[in-house]
């Protein structure tokens, strides 16, 4: 029988309570895309003045002396649930225990991002005056990592400390528009956007419109508040590409979403909160991250993520380098250290994200053979296939959008 490196039930249980990894967008600049082939936000470069080198446009030029030398410490902020835990002590870290034996390197690792624009809006402030935010990597969606970067926040990358990422680096994801050349964002994971299915308790949901619209699943049903994932999913129930539409297209899908809202077909719109609903069966099928079910289907098979007709969404969370960080080559150490492919696999067998290195596959073989050939953590080409992207958004669509998804959700 395969090995499995099992969710903790702490990890669950802050799984299931907490907001969302990815939640809605409010007011916030041009969005970025996960690129298979290419899309997001393009930046222009500028140069900084400190000691790590800062992202594009008129960010603030911060002096900050690089102490990892003599201070062998990396503080590291992340989502929950997001990184190996040991099966005992759910604080313990197998892969960072293991980077602190090879470096000498000691991490402080937080999982304290619950929200794209509230862990932003903490630390802006301290970054545009060049403070200290005691943190030297943290994690943001790429819609969010691009506004980081272009409002010159994230530190560059020195390409002689980081070049295990740059050999290993997944080939979908380079020259991404708002990092072309790998500079200032390292995917910490992937994951695509599907249907949750609870078989125990209804048929499985083949496309978005029987989401929307069969009479068994009415009032069992959830969408996300991710406007890029829900909205992505009835732009192509539409037949519309959610990486190349108009806003008229995005004000006929809206309306898609809310005729299911007023029929009762939709029950409520929710963050990973929807994990319990679907384990439980109080919900029967609902918009879902892959992470997510895969874990949910360990404990209950009849829980399943299904690839609709029309697709999946496809999105990266990115460890980012803050300008202010006084130990940047501590944090490129460990941004490295994740990119050896035997690292990234033991990581992805606990966390069942899509993985960006390439040749975890090979080695995730040696640790559980059923996870090396599932699509959900290793696409293969038939799912590469389906895979789309939201498109960039300018400052002004961005605005817009939000504020008529956020309208129509009750947000």
């Not at 990592?145 to 080939?171: E, Q």
């Not at 939709?266 to 895969?294: E, H, P």
């Amino acid at each position: 029988m395969a090995r499995r490196i099992p969710l903790s039930p702490q990890a669950q249980a802050v799984l299931a309570a907490m907001p969302s990894r990815r939640t809605v967008l409010r007011g916030a600049l041009a969005g970025g895309a996960f690129a298979v082939a290419g899309g997001a936000l393009a930046a222009c470069g500028t140069k900084g003045t400190n000691g790590n080198t800062a992202g594009p446009s008129a960010g603030p030029l911060c002096t900050v002396a690089d102490l990892s030398a003599t201070e062998r410490k990396v503080a590291f902020s992340n989502w929950p649930a997001y990184m190996d835990e040991d099966e005992k002590n759910a604080e313990v870290h197998p892969t960072l225990v293991a980077f602190k034996a090879k470096t000498g390197i000691d991490v402080s690792y937080t999982a304290d991002i619950n929200d794209n624009n509230e862990f932003y809006g903490k630390i802006r402030s301290q970054l545009a005056a060049c403070q200290p935010i005691d943190r030297d990597i943290v994690v943001f969606t790429d819609w969010m990592a691009a506004t980081f970067i272009r409002n010159g926040f994230a530190a560059k990358f020195n390409p002689d400390k980081v070049a295990t990422f740059a050999k290993n680096l997944a080939p979908t994801l380079r020259s991404r528009q708002f990092d072309p050349n790998m500079e200032y964002a390292a995917p910490w994971q992937s994951g695509l956007t599907g249907i949750g299915v609870n078989t125990g308790v209804t048929k499985e949901v083949r496309t978005v419109d029987e989401l929307l619209t069969r009479p068994d699943l009415k009032g069992k049903v959830t969408c996300l508040t991710e406007m890029r994932d829900t909205m992505g999913f009835m732009l192509m129930s539409n037949g519309k590409d959610p990486g190349n539409f108009t806003t008229a297209d995005f004000d006929a899908a809206l309306e898609k979403l809310k005729a299911a809202v007023a029929s009762g077909q939709i029950r409520r719109f929710t963050g990973n909160d929807y994990v319990q609903d679907l384990a439980k069966g109080d919900i029967a099928a609902c918009i879902a991250w892959s992470g997510d079910v895969i874990q949910l289907g360990f404990e209950n098979d009849k829980i399943k993520l299904v690839t609709p007709d029309e697709g999946m969404m496809l999105w990266s969370d990115n460890m980012l380098i803050p300008i202010t960080s006084p130990h940047a080559a501590n944090a490129m150490a460990l941004i490295d250290y994740y990119y050896d492919p035997k690292v990234a696999a033991e990581l992805a067998a606990f966390v069942n994200y899509v993985c960006p290195v390439a040749g975890a596959q090979e080695e995730m073989v040696k640790i559980d053979p059923d996870l090396a050939q599932n699509p959900l953590i290793f696409p293969n080409a038939e799912m590469q296939a389906k895979i789309k992207i939201f498109k960039p958004l300018t400052e002004a669509e961005e605005k817009e959008y939000t504020g008529k998804f956020q309208a129509a959700i009750g947000a």
